[in-house]
C-alpha cells in the first residue's frame, strides 16, 4: 500500500516540480547570458548592460526561488492530503498512519535532494556559460586533482570515512528539517481550525528560534573546551576525536528524527480531530 500512497503523492507533486525544474534550468541559462555580457569587451548601449543587470537579478531570484517553491508544493500536498477535507478521505484509507507518514517522508526527502541538483546544475551551467574558459580550461583540472592528491595523501584512508559520515549527516539534517515542519504544521492543525497555515508558520519560527538559540549556547560553551583538549593531539588522534564528534551529530541528528516521527505519529493518532 506504501507503494500506491507514493505513486499518488508523487503524482500530485511531479507535474508542478517538472515545470519549476525546467524554468530554473532556463534562468540558469539566461543568468549566464548576461554573466557573458558583464564580461564582453565590446562596448555595448548602457541599456543593454542595464538589461542584463536586471535580468541576472532576476534569474538568480528565480533559481532560489525554486528551492523554496520545491519545499512548498511538499508541504502543500502535506497539509491538503491530510489536514483539509481531503484528509477525511485519506483517513479512511486502510492504511496504518505509519504508511502514510513514510510515504510524505519520502517524497520530501526526495524532491529535496532532486531540487539540490537541479540547484547545483543550474549553478554549472550559469558559469559554464558566463565563464567558460574558467570552467572548462583543462589547467584548472590539473590543479584541482593536484590538490585532490594531496589531500588524499594527507587525510590517507579517513577520507572515506568523513565523506560516508558527511553524506549521512546531511541526509539526516534534511530528514530532520521536513519532520521539525511537518510537526508544526501538525501542531497547528491540533490546537486550530482557523488560519492553521500562519498559525503553523508562527510556530516553526518561535520553535526554530528556541532551537537555534539551545545550539548556540551549547556551542558556545562547550566548543572552547572542546578545541583546548584537540590542541596537542597528535594527527592520527585528531582524525579520531574529529570523526567520533561527526558520529556523536549523525547520532544526535538521528535520535532527533526518530522524536519527531514519534510526536507526529502520536499527534495524528492519538489526538487529531478532523471534524
Same mark, same amino acid.
Given at each position: 500500500m506504501l507503494r500506491k500512497l507514493l505513486k499518488y503523492d508523487f503524482l500530485s507533486v511531479i507535474k508542478f516540480w517538472f515545470i519549476a525544474a525546467i524554468t530554473s534550468l532556463g534562468l540558469g541559462l #539566461?543568468?549566464?547570458?548576461? &554573466? +557573458?555580457?558583464? +564580461?564582453?569587451?565590446?562596448?555595448l548601449p548602457m541599456i543593454v548592460d542595464t538589461s542584463a543587470v536586471i535580468l541576472f537579478v532576476i534569474a538568480l531570484i528565480g533559481i532560489v526561488a525554486f528551492s523554496f517553491l520545491s519545499m512548498i508544493l511538499v508541504?502543500?500536498?502535506?497539509?491538503?492530503n491530510l489536514f483539509t477535507d481531503e484528509g477525511y478521505l485519506t483517513f479512511t484509507l *486502510?492504511?496504518?498512519?505509519?504508511? &502514510? #507518514? +513514510?510515504s510524505k517522508i519520502i517524497l520530501g526527502w526526495v524532491v529535496? &535532494?532532486?531540487? #539540490?541538483?537541479? %540547484?547545483f546544475i543550474d549553478v554549472f551551467i550559469m558559469l559554464a556559460i558566463g565563464?567558460?574558459?574558467?570552467? !572548462? +580550461?583543462?589547467?584548472n583540472y590539473r590543479h584541482l586533482i593536484e590538490i585532490l592528491k594531496i589531500l588524499i595523501e594527507k587525510i590517507g584512508?579517513?577520507? *572515506?570515512?568523513y565523506v560516508f559520515e558527511f553524506i549521512l549527516l546531511f541526509g539526516l539534517f534534511v530528514l530532520f528539517a521536513q519532520l521539525f515542519l511537518n510537526c508544526c504544521i501538525t501542531f497547528a492543525a491540533l490546537i %486550530?481550525?482557523?488560519?492553521?497555515?500562519? %498559525?503553523? &508558520?508562527g510556530i516553526y519560527y518561535a520553535a526554530n528560534g528556541i532551537f537555534s538559540f539551545v545550539l548556540e549556547m551549547i556551542i558556545i560553551f562547550a566548543a572552547p573546551s572542546l578545541i583546548e583538549k584537540m590542541v596537542g593531539l597528535t594527527e592520527n588522534t585528531l582524525h579520531i576525536a574529529f570523526i567520533i564528534s561527526l558520529l556523536?551529530?549523525?547520532?544526535?541528528? !538521528?535520535?532527533g528524527c526518530m522524536l519527531l516521527y514519534a510526536l507526529q505519529y502520536w499527534m495524528l493518532d492519538r489526538k487529531l480531530n478532523l471534524s
Open positions: #539566461l543568468a549566464g547570458g548576461c &554573466i +557573458n555580457v558583464f +564580461n564582453s569587451d565590446r562596448h508541504y502543500v500536498r502535506f497539509y491538503k *486502510p492504511v496504518k498512519i505509519s504508511q &502514510i #507518514l +513514510n529535496s &535532494i532532486a531540487a #539540490l541538483i537541479v %540547484t565563464i567558460p574558459d574558467e570552467i !572548462f +580550461n583543462i589547467e584512508w579517513y577520507l *572515506p570515512v %486550530t481550525k482557523k488560519a492553521r497555515v500562519i %498559525t503553523a &508558520i556523536s551529530a549523525v547520532v544526535f541528528c !538521528f535520535m
